[in-house]
């Protein structure tokens, strides 16, 4: 009797899969709600410091520079919403496990380069966000991103990554005191009996010996452990969080630049945020897609969808008040623990709504250099990676990547990079006899960065 039992209860049919399983995928991914929670709350651990870093860029980055700046609070409340925003569309539609927020190094060129350096308001820069922003989505939907994507040569691409790594990372020396200005020598090493610089560099070792360690949120632990050996030094004070309060005043600045959204300089602009966006999503969905398993025959399924989310996030990102949205990389840290669906990208979302009522402990980060500081350093060193797979021994690649690279933070601009390196990578592979093997649209693009330089010294 017992052995029939037994038998007949192996013989039974599996049960079958619930409507939301059925939906993500899970079953079949081989993953279930439980690892799903799991791996979109690491995401989120693992990349919430965007919280605190982007009002530290766009607003007291910018403050602190002299110029009009959006307000924290409003800053804070767009990351926060913009970020659950596309998390929960790449989920729900795209099905993917791959989370969004403003991006680094997009809010650098939207501060320090758009803002501070060439004087435009930031409500025209977000006009511009907001541009760039349709452009992407009509590319997402269309043929048009495969010939574009196939115009520019990997090695300019990884060389693009890199350089906003070194980018983000000088910005983190500067903002956390270690890198200061010089008469002689442009910039030089900074105070190290300054409680600020002490604070940065120990929030550097933090953060580094918690990556290294392979903790997930690495980023996030490090700028805690920060804080709290700041708050507890006196190095931060608790008066500093005073005003940061989420609000929506930023809402709809995107649609009042619009006058001004189409000057030489502001095509330059968009067309910088449409070209950094559209590569690092594409990379980043390559990447994350890849380590999950989820790249059939060397294509991406429903990549349209996964681009078109990024292009959705960033519109609506600049209309509620920051700067360009994209896929993070952070997102491998939630599918290393088994994060196979779209579920995933929904917690992490989820988590997001979640921040608004912890803004306090955000704002008081956010106007800390020496808390934000690390998370930037240690997110340029990650970044920085891609310059290994840069075939140096070729100058005709070597040479326009490494002018990508190097003036990236030495001209406090990531538009003159990506500009250089257009300008010379044609040139280097005519010289080779390689002309024949430059994409039409690359020379294009090699005439328009011309301009580009023409019109930005007039």
Same mark, same amino acid.
């Not at 990997?154 to 980018?167: D, E, P």
């Not at 953060?207 to 700028?223: E, N, P, Q, R, S």
């Not at 609000?247 to 502001?266: C, P, Y």
């Not at 693009?445 to 023409?454: E, N, P, R």
């Given at each position: 009797?017992?052995?029939?039992?037994?038998?007949?209860?192996?013989?039974?049919?599996?049960?079958?899969?619930?409507?939301?399983?059925?939906?993500?995928?899970?079953?079949?991914?081989?993953?279930?709600?439980?690892?799903?929670?799991?791996?979109?709350?690491?995401?989120?651990?693992?990349?919430?410091?965007?919280?605190?870093?982007?009002?530290?860029?766009?607003?007291?980055?910018?403050?602190?520079?002299?110029?009009?700046?959006?307000?924290?609070?409003?800053?804070?409340?767009?990351?926060?919403?913009?970020?659950?925003?596309?998390?929960?569309?790449?989920?729900?539609?795209?099905?993917?496990?791959?989370?969004?927020?403003?991006?680094?190094?997009?809010?650098?060129?939207?501060?320090?380069?758009?803002?501070?350096?060439?004087?435009?308001?930031?409500?025209? &820069?977000?006009?511009?966000?907001?541009?760039?922003?349709?452009?992407?989505?009509?590319?997402?939907?269309?043929?048009?991103?495969?010939?574009?994507?196939?115009?520019?040569?990997?090695?300019?691409?990884?060389?693009?990554?890199?350089?906003?790594?070194?980018?983000?990372?000088?910005?983190?020396?500067?903002?956390?005191?270690?890198?200061?200005?010089?008469?002689?020598?442009?910039?030089?090493?900074?105070?190290?009996?300054?409680?600020?610089?002490?604070?940065?560099?120990?929030?550097?070792?933090?953060?580094?010996?918690?990556?290294?360690?392979?903790?997930?949120?690495?980023?996030?632990?490090?700028?805690?452990?920060?804080?709290?050996?700041?708050?507890?030094?006196?190095?931060?004070?608790?008066?500093?969080?005073?005003?940061?309060?989420?609000?929506?005043?930023?809402?709809?600045?995107?649609?009042?630049?619009?006058?001004?959204?189409?000057?030489?300089?502001?095509?330059?602009?968009?067309?910088?945020?449409?070209?950094?966006?559209?590569?690092?999503?594409?990379?980043?969905?390559?990447?994350?897609?890849?380590?999950?398993?989820?790249?059939?025959?060397?294509?991406?399924?429903? &990549?349209?969808?996964?681009?078109?989310?990024?292009?959705?996030?960033?519109?609506?990102?600049?209309?509620?008040?920051?700067?360009?949205?994209?896929?993070?990389?952070?997102?491998?840290?939630?599918?290393?623990?088994?994060?196979?669906?779209?579920?995933?990208?929904?917690?992490?979302?989820?988590?997001?709504?979640?921040?608004?009522?912890?803004?306090?402990?955000?704002?008081?980060?956010?106007?800390?250099?020496?808390?934000?500081?690390?998370?930037?350093?240690?997110?340029?060193?990650?970044?920085?990676?891609?310059?290994?797979?840069?075939?140096?021994?070729?100058?005709?690649?070597?040479?326009?990547?490494?002018?990508?690279?190097?003036?990236?933070?030495?001209?406090?601009?990531?538009?003159?990079?990506?500009?250089?390196?257009?300008?010379?990578?044609?040139?280097?592979?005519?010289?080779?006899?390689?002309?024949?093997?430059?994409?039409?649209?690359?020379?294009?693009?090699?005439?328009?960065?011309?301009?580009?330089?023409?019109?930005?010294?007039?």
């Amino acid at each position: 009797m017992a052995t029939d039992a037994t038998e007949e209860k192996k013989d039974a049919p599996e049960p079958e899969p619930g409507r939301v399983d059925k939906y993500f995928g899970m079953t079949e991914n081989k993953t279930n709600w439980k690892r799903e929670v799991l791996a979109g709350t690491t995401t989120f651990l693992a990349m919430a410091y965007i919280l605190a870093v982007n009002p530290g860029i766009l607003s007291f980055g910018l403050s602190a520079a002299g110029v009009d700046a959006p307000n924290p609070g409003a800053v804070f409340t767009a990351t926060a919403l913009a970020s659950a925003l596309g998390c929960l569309v790449m989920g729900l539609w795209a099905r993917y496990p791959i989370a969004t927020a403003p991006g680094m190094g997009l809010n650098a060129f939207f501060a320090f380069t758009v803002v501070l350096t060439l004087g435009i308001p930031w409500q025209t &820069a977000l006009t511009g966000t907001l541009v760039s922003g349709v452009l992407f989505f009509i590319l997402a939907v269309t043929g048009a991103r495969e010939s574009i994507i196939n115009a520019i040569p990997a090695q300019l691409k990884l060389a693009v990554g890199a350089g906003i790594g070194l980018f983000i990372a000088f910005i983190g020396l500067k903002g956390g005191g270690i890198v200061v200005g010089s008469e002689a020598t442009l910039v030089t090493i900074g105070d190290f009996t300054s409680g600020t610089v002490l604070l940065t560099v120990f929030g550097l070792v933090a953060t580094a010996v918690f990556m290294v360690l392979g903790w997930k949120g690495g980023v996030f632990y490090g700028m805690l452990a920060t804080l709290v050996l700041g708050v507890l030094t006196g190095v931060i004070d608790f008066e500093l969080a005073e005003g940061f309060t989420p609000n929506l005043d930023s809402f709809g600045a995107a649609f009042t630049g619009f006058e001004d959204a189409f000057t030489v300089h502001m095509i330059a602009v968009i067309l910088t945020m449409l070209f950094v966006d559209f590569f690092d999503t594409a990379g980043t969905l390559f990447a994350v897609a890849g380590q999950a398993g989820l790249v059939k025959d060397g294509k991406l399924p429903r &990549a349209g969808r996964a681009l078109a989310t990024d292009s959705i996030a960033t519109s609506a990102g600049a209309v509620l008040g920051t700067s360009t949205t994209t896929a993070y990389i952070e997102s491998t840290a939630g599918v290393s623990v088994g994060g196979r669906t779209g579920l995933t990208a929904v917690t992490t979302g989820f988590w997001f709504i979640v921040s608004l009522v912890a803004f306090p402990v955000f704002g008081l980060v956010a106007n800390n250099p020496a808390v934000t500081a690390p998370a930037l350093i240690v997110v340029g060193v990650l970044m920085a990676k891609a310059l290994g797979e840069i075939e140096w021994e070729k100058l005709e690649y070597a040479i326009p990547a490494f002018l990508i690279v190097a003036a990236m933070p030495l001209t406090y601009s990531i538009s003159n990079g990506i500009a250089l390196g257009l300008v010379f990578f044609p040139i280097m592979m005519a010289a080779k006899g390689r002309w024949r093997e430059v994409h039409p649209i690359a020379w294009v693009l090699m005439l328009a960065s011309i301009g580009y330089f023409v019109f930005l010294t007039e």
